[in-house]
């Protein structure tokens, strides 16, 4: 069980980064050039919604079940036991609160360009947070663990 959760969890990180890239350059694109914010701007927000809330569950309930997750003191001492610990979670955390907020405060708005220009801010600072979170994971950006 612990192993297929940790693969979901490491595919669906492709995933959610494919979808953020997208929103990105979508985003960044509307904003630029003032169109209208349309259908599969909103749809590929909402899959990008979709996805980062299905890696927080998953990440939640491998923070709790895996192995390299150590409740303990002598963890703040190891960088790697750290990093599992405290770092990785509240990089990702904030990273899933900016995409949430992100998505939600630009429906709030009626004024295209701002829609598309609140949506890239939000997620262009997701985006750096999860791509220096993922770095820092001492076993390689591209790494898929099976």
Known sequence: MH???VVLH??????LLILLVVVIIKS???????SPFEKSDDKFSLFLFISTHTQLLLGLILYFLSPAVIFSGASMKDPVARYWLVEHITGMLIAIVLISLGRILSKKLS??????KRTFIY??????????????NHRGFFSVSW
């Open 10 to 15: 490491s595919l669906n990180r492709f995933v």
């Open 111 to 116: 004024d295209s360009t701002a829609k598309h």
């Open 28 to 34: 960044l694109m509307g904003w630029l050039k003032q």
């Open 3 to 5: 192993q297929i959760l």
């Open 123 to 136: 997620n262009i600072a997701a985006f750096v947070i999860i791509l220096l979170i993922i770095g820092q």
